[in-house]
């Protein structure tokens, strides 16, 4: 078997070299968190703990209101695609109906449409519509292209549940609503967890789709874009550190937890 | 992340399921469907619509009524064709690189790794992290690592790889760097998981019948691993052909960088030339769903859609 890997050791250190290089700008975005920098974070000036702990003293607090902005749109859009995504991953793989390979059609399209279409094409809907854009019309945004991430993710967590917990659950006399409360949903739950967390994640890191339809509000990548021309602070890097401490703690809990999953099946069977 | 969860629909059984109470398939549906068709379908014939419309009598900037003025994409192909042939063939590029790059880690982490799931856990975790810091600021900590003063750029130009007065940010360079960093969890996932399926028997059988390493990777790995490959493909070239921050002024693009993406951002929210931008999208969309078309056709991965 290692006769077939492309040299005893080319591979490992091609392997760890590539993920040192996928490391670079995060650490570099880490580093520069502590840089005791003025109004533009491009120099080294030395280290300061000062950004961590005060991060919303900077422009009257401009960066924590746009960090505020990105978690309020990131958990309303997340709720909504979530409940939707659901409903229609539980009915594809469930039950059959007419219509389905368009139903498919519509849900792959917003995930092979470039982001700037589906910025231009609502922000051009809102227009003729005359809605004006504000904190709604990007949650609205952030739903449509979350939907079908979200289907894609539980669909595959539907098809692997056994229909025969919920018949035993109905044979036992359980009613729609109990069997779907007591069997069919806890079972879905990683899934459902897991789309969650994607939609909330394309929904804060979303740029292009934001600045088409936001009109006057800032969220935090938009604060980086607008930013950009003039410096940007040393608190926004502060936030992106935090949040992928964040993630990357979330992330690495639900790989033990499932390991430990794994582990204790392995026993009992 | 996102791309993982893509990649596995490949593997989604697909076997009818059974015919029971459509009226509750119906209530299940409806409310998501509803909200595509009128967020997503309905924006895309306003987008046609907008594509077409005439200026305003009055001359007014960023008015306009509704018309058949087909004249705007033949103008915006006139102004803007270096601009469109420019992102293809940067996300091109992009790709291509993004794949070379790619295989041979996923195939680390899939195949070699597989015997230490705990290391296989770890690395996959290294390739989804970048995307857990901002995009934008991923792609700012580039340019300033690319800079004119920083390490790598001065150290080149000492050895006189690089001559005293290049540049390496503001260029076709960076922006295709850019595009081929950003992307590249893209490819790595649904390369990851196909290779992670592959089964070994394979090539110990092509190994058994006296082919050449290289000749078993050509003909059996390469065919085994092509839905990861169409799948990574897609989702960088999709994305790298619409993006407009990576070429965009600010970040590692310059003034004869700019792609499709940045001009229809300028028609749209700059210029407010509605009909130019509109029918940039209608360009941009239709081109992709053209070449996805036939991509998925030739690779014979029609089941990924």
Redesign the interface.
Known sequence: ?T????GKWL??L??AL??IF?????V??FI?SFNDSLKSN??WRGFTLDKWLNVCAVQNGAVCEAFGNSLIIGLAATLIATT??T??A??L?????RFRAG????????????????G??????F??LGVPKDMFTII??H??FC?S?V???V??RV?GLD?ALEEAGRDLYGSPGQVFARITFPLLLPGIL??AL?SF??SF?D??IT??NSGAVTT??KY??IS??RG?PAE??VI??A??IL??VI??TA?VAA?ARAKRRGRLG | ??FA??A??AA??TD???????R???L??L???L???L??????V??I??SLQAPSEFGDIGMYSYAFRWENYVEVIAQYWPHILRSFGYALIATVLALL?SY??A???G??ARRW??LQ?L?L??????????????????K??LSD?SFLVTSLKAVSLLAPDAHLTGTAFSVIFGLT?NF??FMTLPLYTTLERLD?RY??AG?DLYAS?FH?FRTVTIPLSMPGIVAGT?LTF??A?????NA?R??LGGADTQM??NV??AN??VLLN?PA??SL??I??TV??VV?GVYVKRSGTEEL?
Request: aromatic residues 14%; charged residues 10%; proline residues 8%.
């Open positions: 078997m006769r077939l890997s492309l591979l490992p091609y392997a590539a993920l996928l490391m670079v700008p995060i570099y975005t520069f491009i120099t939707l995504g409903m229609i539980i009915a793989v469930r039950y059959r109906f139903t498919s059609l519509l849900l792959f399209l917003p995930m092979a449409t470039p982001e700037v279409v589906l231009a094409g609502l922000a051009a809907q227009l003729s609205l945004a739903t449509m939907i991430f289907v894609v993710t669909k595959a098809a229909p897991a789309a994607l994640a394309l890191d740029f292009i600045n088409f935090f990548p980086i874009y950009a021309s940007i926004a890097n992106a550190s949040v992928f993630a990357l992330v690495v790989q390991a | 992340m996102a969860a893509f596995s629909t989604a059984p009818a399921p059974p015919r029971r109470r459509s509750v398939a119906l299940l549906l409310p998501g469907i909200y595509l068709v967020f997503f379908l309905a924006p895309l306003s987008l619509l907008t790059f041979p880690l195939y680390f982490i195949v070699t799931p705990l856990s690395m975790v290294l390739v989804i992290a970048p995307f857990f810091i901002s995009f934008l600021l991923r792609t700012l900590a580039w300033q690592l003063e960093y590249i969890p070994l090539l110990e190994n390493r078993t897609l999709i994305p052909a619409g993006d407009y921050i965009s600010d970040f499709i993406g229809i951002e749209f929210l509605y931008a509109a999208s209608i941009l969309m992709i769903l996805v859609l």
